[in-house]
């Protein structure tokens, strides 16, 4: 993984090696966007795949088509937070124990750094730039996917999870994103 690419569509199914340790090593290291292709079509597949880090989860068979619209997504959703990083450029957000730096793109809990995909990453930065508001998983999902979008709702909340794994303390009783029940989530600082 000493290349550099701009997105990686990965198939889970290769004859050698499995594409969910492929994705496992790749976000471990990489905040690269990943496009999973497989023909695994059950939930519990694309929950585990969207889990460890892939951006969105495609099904076979699909058109040509549809896999360069959810590619242009993908760089869509990077060049808007690169647009509004430009436009509304502050160098760092603060909250509490956190320090989000949207120059670098990085995360630190108390001068501990935490790596973050470049979905959390958005996703957390729509948090912190809105403290106390509750925003509706409809709400997240145009500000981080894009209006054009065409996957499932629950894209947000398996974020979510992840995102709550690297920052909360106790991912039983979260504090800093905290659920607004049959709505959404809030930024709880």
Known sequence: LNEE????????MLPEVDGFDICRQVRQEKNTPIIMVSAKKDDIDKIRGLGLG??????????PSE??????AVY??????????ENNFKEEIRSGDFALNLRNRTLEKSGRRIKLTQVEFAILQLFMQNPGRALS?????????????????KIVDVNIRRLRIKIEDNTAN??????????GYKWGL
């Open 5 to 12: 690419f701009d997105l990686i569509i990965l198939d889970l």
């Open 54 to 63: 892939a951006d969105d989860y495609m099904t076979k068979p699909f058109s």
């Open 67 to 72: 896999l360069v619209a959810r590619v242009d």
């Open 76 to 85: 869509r959703r990077v060049a808007l937070a690169q647009m509004r990083d």
């Open 137 to 153: 998983r409809e709400d997240i999902l145009t500000s981080v996917w894009g209006r054009d979008y065409d996957g499932e709702l």
């Open 174 to 183: 979260p504090t800093y994103i905290t659920t607004v029940w049959g709505y």
